[in-house]
């Protein structure tokens, strides 16, 4: 009987304790947006404001992130993520105080940028350790798939623990438990150096890996040097990845004002989980095969099937409906996002891999600080579904960009031919 894929990869020495650690190090990346909307909102009585406040600590990620990550690359995650990790947390805990204080917006906005430029991209960093602990593609590929079936559990979880914290225990109780649990595992994944990439990109020989090198023809030689963003058909992708933002942050506030009109604001998390548990599945599913069809033509695809998905949100009428039409619609969230980051490594040279990931992230980062800031304004001039009209735009410009884009993401990278030492 052939292994299990996902049982074969967390077999690596070393994988499964990186991985765990780097599942905990990201649950604030499904509790921040919406534990920031709800503490503020809360506290406020604004979704306008609670959207700007959360655009600013995504917006601040989103700038400063691809710089992280491409110091990263050249001096290593633990010498750089350590002190960044101690001022994602003086961030995160300053905001819950300002707020708690009842301090002007401004001041929320100074501790969310802190918070928020200091995070990096800890699903970054993971994905960067498997490409390094694996040297075929197809374990690449289904080591991606887990890591993204990882993010939808953090994602599952996360907003549930948010929402609970937020309308039962203490309106920052959600950034609380992000700073406090996401710093444990933070601290946790970088202490972990084995399973650490070399700095600089450069693999060293063992007896059992192999070492790839790039041939070093004059066209990639002209590349040298380049940031990963400059690379032919990553700009594009980073754009796709902004709209799939506005699409998820415009759906998180818009999820959370439908619950308040129905009178259950405590049920939010419940339903945006349902979002989350499709893509799980789906992600585990779709990892666990080994898929021939170009993968350009699968990302078009699946970023077309999230636009049918969200168009439906803004027809539904009742939360139980909500949930079941996020269910359905998370299927196509997560093969989505696992093609995504694979272009991301056929687009880049691979000592950028870090800093490519980290750029369709913080594009992500981005489309998602619009969308809840579109969406908290809609909101309050309208309604709910008014907010969900935003998340239905989102949806079908990823679909229309993602088609545009074919052409770029279908070139071969001048760096791909590779040879094995």
């Not at 989103?62 to 003086?90: E, K």
């Not at 690449?140 to 914290?165: C, K, N, Q, R």
């Not at 992708?237 to 604001?265: C, H, N, P, W, Y």
Request: net charge positive; charged share 10%; proline share 5%.
């Amino acid at each position: 009987m052939p292994r299990n894929p996902y049982l074969d990869v967390l077999s690596v020495p070393g994988a499964l304790r990186f991985s765990a650690a780097g599942t905990l190090a990201r649950l604030p990346m499904s509790m921040i947006g919406i534990g920031t909307i709800l503490m503020v909102q809360g506290l406020y009585g604004s979704y306008a404001m609670a959207g700007r406040v959360s655009a600013v600590l995504v917006v601040a990620q989103a700038l400063v992130a691809p710089q992280i990550a491409r110091l990263v690359d050249r001096t290593g995650q633990a010498r750089v993520m350590t002190p960044m990790l101690v001022l994602t947390t003086i961030g995160l805990l300053g905001l819950v105080v300002a707020a708690a204080l009842g301090a002007p917006e401004w001041v929320l906005w100074v501790c969310a940028a802190v918070g928020g430029a200091s995070q990096g991209s800890y699903g970054s960093l993971a994905r960067a350790r498997w490409s390094y602990a694996l040297p075929e593609p197809r374990r690449v590929h289904t080591a991606f798939s887990l890591e993204s079936a990882l993010d939808e559990l953090v994602f599952i979880v996360g907003p549930v623990l948010a929402t609970v914290l937020a309308t039962s225990v203490v309106a920052s109780g959600g950034l609380l438990v992000a700073a406090v649990v996401g710093g444990g595992g933070a601290a946790w994944f970088l202490a972990q150096r084995r399973t650490e990439p070399p700095a600089t990109g450069r693999v060293a020989a063992s007896d059992d890996a192999q070492v790839v090198a790039t041939v070093q023809t004059p066209e990639v030689r002209a590349l040298e040097g380049r940031s990963a963003i400059r690379m032919p058909g990553m700009p594009v992708l980073a754009v796709v990845f902004v709209a799939m933002g506005v699409m998820f942050g415009s759906s998180d506030v818009a999820t959370v004002a439908f619950a308040d009109e129905q009178g259950v604001k405590g049920r939010a998390g419940l339903v945006l989980a349902c979002f989350a548990f499709g893509s799980l599945v789906s992600g585990l599913a779709y990892g666990a095969r080994h898929w021939v069809s170009p993968l350009s033509t699968r990302f078009v695809i699946g970023a077309g099937g999230i636009a049918v998905g969200v168009s439906l949100f803004f027809f539904v009428q009742d939360l139980v409906a909500l949930g079941a039409v996020m269910f359905v619609a998370g299927f196509a969230i997560a093969p989505t996002l696992i093609n995504g980051n694979a272009l991301v490594q056929a687009l880049v040279a691979p000592h950028q891999l870090t800093e490519g990931l980290t750029w369709v992230g913080t594009a992500l980062g981005v489309g998602v600080s619009l969308g809840s800031w579109l969406a908290g304004s809609a909101v309050d001039a309208v309604d709910s579904h008014a907010g969900f009209l935003v998340t239905m735009s989102g949806g079908w410009l990823c679909a229309l960009l993602a088609l545009a884009a074919l052409p770029s993401m279908r070139r071969r990278r001048p760096h791909a031919a590779l040879t094995t030492v």
